[in-house]
């Protein structure tokens, strides 16, 4: 789900992979693409903070039904697996796996915030789910966990965070939008959401949540997406 940043990035990096051979497509993390992106991630990092939120949007913004985009990467609307649970682990005191029942007696999180695509299109839409730093402090995520990845069934989609911006207040596992339970097409049963990353970062159709020492990467980050990608 890429981002209008990406096509100021994309002139920019394409600018100057003309004046350099250090670029390697196939090592997005690597030579002059790895050195923009840490440039970027440093930026980005600055001006973030752990308890700046995102505006709320009044209720007569809502994108109507049917016009906010759906996006997978299956051939077809990936529908949750039998038995399903989310995974959660890495660096935390009590490793396990909730049944959306479980999750939704968790301390509920609401809130209408705009989502922004790196393809360019904005959409609003109301969410609700339990925060990222509520899971945390249910399975006593440790500390010293700088990171937090996000699986799916979606063909494995996965992105890596910082920890700062997976707890804050606005990053939300949602299983509702808009009053309504989730549905397929919108990640269902559970996917992330957040008012602080673009939209290529809130993954669906979770499986699996990692506290971790270390970042990962992420589906298009590997590609050569930004890494921090904030908004």
Known sequence: ?????????????????????????????????????RFNERAQSAFFHPT??????????LTPPGDFP??????TVPLAPAGWRLEVGGLV???????????????????RI????VEGWSAVASWHGVSVRDLARAVGADPRAGFVEFRSFDQGYYSS???PSALHPQTVLA???NGAPLIPGHGAPLRLYSGVKLGYKMVKY???????PEATGGTWEDRGYEWFAGV
């Open 1 to 37: 789900m890429p981002e209008r940043v990406l096509t100021r990035r994309r002139v920019l990096l394409g600018a100057a992979a003309l004046a350099t051979s250090a670029c390697d497509s196939q090592r997005p993390r690597a030579g002059f693409l790895g050195v923009m992106d």
């Open 70 to 75: 759906q996006y997978f990467i299956s051939e």
């Open 161 to 163: 965070w910082d920890a």
């Open 114 to 117: 705009r989502h922004h695509c």
């Open 206 to 212: 979770l499986t699996t949540v990692r506290f971790l």
């Open 93 to 111: 005191a009590r490793p396990r796996a909730f049944t959306l029942e479980e999750l939704q007696r968790l301390p509920r999180t609401d809130y």
């Open 52 to 61: 700046r939120l995102a505006r709320e949007e009044p209720v007569e913004q």
């Open 175 to 177: 299983y509702g939008m």
